[in-house]
């Protein structure tokens, strides 16, 4: 799981720990693509009124795989001795 959370990460696709609604998937997907995270969650809509079902699928499963984003301190710290 730790390489599709690295591998996803790379990829800019994390949730943020910020302007999250439920999950940060939107909002996440937004970052990434540089769209607005409210045209995101009205596209999701929108697309779950069109296709019934399949984002109810799709969602959860890009929960547990976008990692959230680290904060910005935790990188730096050295290895405890």
Sequence with gaps: MNSVHDSMSRQG???PREGRMIGGVCAGL???FGLDPWLTRLL???ILLAIP???ILVYPILWILMPSEQPAYATGYPPAV
Excluded: P, T
Aim: zero cysteines; charged letters at 25%.
């Design 44 to 46: 999701f809509v929108l």
């Design 13 to 15: 696709l994390v949730r």
């Design 53 to 55: 079902g399949s984002q």
């Design 30 to 32: 937004a970052r990434r």
